[in-house]
């Protein structure tokens, strides 16, 4: 590997073709007419340099289910999507409720050395709801654990909710809440609403994610503490944020792309399979064609501020098999900034904005979220935005094979990425 390389005639961020060096791990210089004896040259014609993306939201599955995804896998999947920092989701086996298993998810994300794997915190002992986790101790560690969720399970319990946003005042932290009331969705099978009720599947209610949504921002707004939202995914969570936001409330939240392009419809057939074909399982469900509207424009507003993929990989007897016992989840990484792309268009910015800088503040990531830019580090990824690409499952980086997008013709390819300098994605293939 080369220790300097000259991108030529990349646009930044949507600007004006120019060139960039980068050296010992940072952006050297910017400008047009580069030269640079030695450095390996990269051709970025036609390309545009975005700071490397950040996901809020990847489940990574180690420990305990390295058959769907390892953080080494997930890392590479990550990397060839264009991320350089992931949060891993704490819903592991074990749970990443403790110092120890967070430290051992950071040093394997180091190992893998793709991506920067920061490890999230369960809030309760096991998910189970009943008792706060070791929040100071996580937050000691050298995993630096900032963000705080039971992701998969709603932290239901309100004195609980209140006693975590409470802690993690101490030290910055931030609890990330999966936005679900466990009385009004059990059973629950899909969205709740007209195709539920045709295709005979116990509906998951908007009311049961926006109720939660609403006491939470109250509960943040009480204690003087931050809240981020998973995954929101109905159009009456919009105008609980906006209302939220409104007021001064310290909250963030998220969209995942399938949220913003998919919808309820689809359980009933589509180009991947159905009717019910369990790679349309996800929780929270896809929604209405209404709720995607809402959830675009709140994107493009920054009532919502960050796209997070929800990355959930599942071995395939967890989602080949009937649709009420298929795992929720779906694919991300290796499709998320083509699907962004296809859903906002060519708005650089924006794409940045809510993919890379915004989740970098949200996570706490001080290194990652920064424009290529003199003195910064080389940490960004060249896209081409004129490819177009078929998405085929078994071309994928994942251990996973559940993409809801299989076949599917969408915009938009990674071409590199570099971490501090060093590219984990030449050429549009990982390097190791
Ligand atoms: N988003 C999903 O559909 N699945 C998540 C957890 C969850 O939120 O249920 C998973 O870990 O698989």
Same mark, same amino acid.
């Given at each position: 590997m080369s220790d300097s390389y000259l991108i030529k005639g990349v646009s930044v961020v949507g600007g004006k073709p120019t060139d960039l060096l980068v050296r010992d791990g940072v952006v050297a210089e910017v400008g047009p007419g580069l030269r640079a004896a030695g450095a390996a040259v990269v051709d970025g014609d036609g390309l545009v340099a975005l700071p490397g993306l950040v996901d809020l939201h990847t489940h990574l599955r180690e420990p305990g289910r390295e058959d769907a995804e390892t953080v080494e896998s997930g890392s590479r999947a990550a990397a060839l999507g264009g991320y350089t920092a992931v949060c891993a989701m704490a819903n592991t086996s074990p749970v990443a409720d403790t110092a120890g298993v967070v430290e051992q998810v950071w040093r394997l994300g180091r190992e893998a050395g793709l991506v920067d794997v920061q490890p999230i915190g369960a809030v309760t002992v096991g998910l189970a709801g009943e008792h706060l986790a070791e929040l100071g101790a996580m937050a000691d560690s050298?995993?630096?654990? #900032?963000m705080f969720s039971d992701d998969g399970h709603c932290v239901a319990d309100p004195r609980l909710m209140r006693r975590a946003l409470e802690y993690v005042k101490a030290f910055g932290g931030v609890i990330a809440q999966h936005a679900e009331e466990p009385r009004l969705t059990?059973?629950?099978?899909?969205?709740?609403?007209e195709v539920s009720t045709r295709l005979g599947l116990t509906g998951w209610p908007a009311v049961a994610e926006e109720a939660i949504i609403a006491r939470d921002v109250l509960l943040a707004e009480h204690v003087g503490s931050r809240l981020h939202v998973c995954h929101t995914s109905t159009a009456g969570s919009v105008a609980v944020l906006r209302h939220a936001k409104a007021r001064g409330v310290a909250v963030t939240a998220e969209v995942t792309p399938h949220h913003l392009l998919l919808t309820?419809?689809?359980?009933?057939?589509?180009p991947a399979g159905? +009717?019910?074909? +369990?790679?349309?399982?996800?929780n929270p469900p896809l929604r209405t064609a209404a709720d995607v509207a809402a959830l675009r424009a709140a994107l493009a507003e920054g009532v919502i501020d960050a796209v997070a993929t929800d990355h959930a990989p599942h071995a395939v007897e967890d989602k080949e098999c009937e649709w009420a016992y298929a795992r929720p989840g779906m694919l991300g990484l290796e499709t998320a900034l083509s699907v962004v792309l296809d859903v906002l268009g060519p708005e650089w910015d924006l794409i940045a904005e809510r993919m890379s800088r915004t989740p970098a503040r949200i996570a706490g990531?001080?290194?990652?979220?920064?424009?290529?830019?003199?003195? #910064?580090?080389?940490t960004f990824t060249l896209v081409d935005p004129a490819a177009r690409r078929r998405v085929e499952p078994?071309?994928?980086?994942?251990?996973? #094979?559940?993409? +809801?997008?299989?076949g599917l013709e969408l915009p938009g390819r990674i071409v590199a990425t570099f971490l501090r300098g060093e590219p984990t994605v030449l050429d549009g293939k990982a390097v190791r």
């Open positions: 050298t995993a630096t654990v #900032r059990e059973g629950a099978q899909m969205h709740e609403g309820d419809e689809l359980v009933g057939g589509g159905g +009717p019910y074909d +369990p790679v349309y399982k996800v990531l001080a290194e990652h979220g920064h424009d290529p830019a003199p003195g #910064r580090p080389a078994s071309e994928l980086a994942s251990r996973s #094979r559940n993409t +809801p997008y299989a």
